[in-house]
């Protein structure tokens, strides 16, 4: 059994795009090193965005707290709202952008977990 604490992150991972990346779960030191799944709480402010990218292995889900989020997935873009959730399968091409005017807070779970290797910038 693992317990994490978000309390206990004290230097979440802020990328140039910016998110605010909470590892709760993973490969990381703090969360225990755990390889076959991941769990992130990712933090957009109004009018930011992740950087467009896939992943040759991982297989993410995000899920939706709070706000409203556009997801392009390769050619597609939808809208998601809290309570929604999206798979997105290796390989696919992904961004997703806050367009609105609250944070959008969701969870990123990965399997396996994500490390920063399997993510390729397009």
Known sequence: MKVTDIKNII?????????VIYELIGRNQASGEI???SLAKIVLPPGKSS??????VSEE??????GEGQLQ??????????GQAC????GEIH??????????????????????ED????
């Open 11 to 19: 230097h979440p991972l802020e990328t140039p795009s910016g998110e």
């Open 35 to 37: 390889s076959s799944h």
């Open 51 to 56: 950087s467009t990218h896939y992943h040759q």
């Open 61 to 66: 889900t995000y899920y939706i707290l709070q």
């Open 73 to 82: 997935i390769n050619e597609l873009k939808l809208t998601l709202i809290s």
């Open 87 to 90: 798979l997105i399968q290796p």
């Open 95 to 116: 961004r997703i952008v806050n367009q609105g005017e609250l944070d959008l807070v969701f969870l990123a779970i990965c399997v396996p977990a994500w490390v920063p």
């Open 119 to 122: 993510s390729f910038e397009v």
